[in-house]
């Protein structure tokens, strides 16, 4: 079994910054593609970045120049660095991991609330 365990959401101040953890613990045989989505009330799902494991990344056009995703391999970590915050990148943030135990499965966070205040 795999779970990704999620930290660093909170409060912060419009042009503030947060930095997302999600880290995966079990029996991990590799992990592909790391990435954040979000979810703000009454809206859809959102890709917010992806990273591969070679470390290609990829950025929704609303966080661009201001987010960067990174990871830490040996640590089976993925950050997210959010710098410049807006009222409208309020949501809950969670990570999704393409791990591979036997089979390849798609595993996600529990989430994590992240509140910009005007």
């Known amino acids: 079994q795999v779970q990704l365990v999620e930290s660093g959401g909170g409060l912060v101040q419009a042009g503030g910054s947060l930095r997302l953890y999600c880290a995966a613990s079990?029996?991990?045989?590799?992990?592909?593609?790391m990435a954040w989505y979000r979810q703000a009330p009454g809206k859809q799902l959102e890709l917010v970045a992806h990273?591969?494991?070679?470390?290609?990344?990829n950025y929704a056009d609303s966080v661009k120049g201001r987010f960067t995703i990174s990871r830490d391999n040996a640590k089976n970590t993925v950050y997210l660095q959010m710098n410049s915050l807006k009222p409208d990148d309020t949501a809950v943030y969670s990570c999704?991991?393409?791990?591979?135990?036997?089979?390849?499965?798609?595993?996600w966070g529990q989430g994590t609330q992240v509140t910009v205040s005007s």
């Open positions: 999704n991991m393409v791990v591979t135990i036997v089979y390849k499965g798609y595993y």
């Open positions: 079990g029996n991990i045989f590799s992990i592909d593609t």
């Open positions: 990273i591969t494991s070679g470390g290609s990344t």
